[in-house]
């Protein structure tokens, strides 16, 4: 059975930093790529990164570049995303996800690429 668990989330000011960790069990950690998604109530789910199962490729959608890392550690089963300057926006849930391979290796940020999701955890940016 796949699972994917998110922790991390929290208050934090803006301009400051968090550090999101999702620990996979039951993931073909060898084949799948692991990636980040948000979303805000009354939103679309938005892609931020990915990374790709075994050369450790990354791809990063526009709202996560220059202030957002992805990283895994398939020995661990476990993906993070370490995030620095963030902005002042609605509260919003942080999802990790598994992704099959894709055509393109930027889909891997598409919502509809997802083979399976975490229940997320919120992250909420205000002073």
């Known amino acids: 059975q796949v699972q994917l668990v998110e922790s991390g989330g929290g208050l934090v000011q803006p301009g400051g930093s968090l550090n999101l960790t999702c620990a996979t069990s039951g993931v073909y950690l060898d084949q799948y790529a692991l990636g980040w998604f948000r979303q805000v109530p009354g939103k679309e789910r938005e892609g931020l990164s990915c990374m790709s199962a075994g050369e450790g490729r990354t791809y990063y959608t526009d709202s996560a570049k220059g202030r957002f890392t992805i990283s895994r550690d398939n020995a661990k089963g476990t993906v993070a995303l370490q995030m620095s300057g963030l902005k002042p926006e609605a509260p919003a849930v942080y999802f990790c996800?598994?992704?099959?391979?894709?055509?393109?290796?930027?889909?891997?940020?598409?919502?509809?690429?997802?083979?399976?999701w975490g229940r997320g955890t919120q992250v909420t940016v205000s002073s």
């Open positions: 996800a598994a992704v099959p391979p894709t055509l393109l290796f930027s889909h891997c940020v598409l919502p509809g690429s997802v083979a399976a």
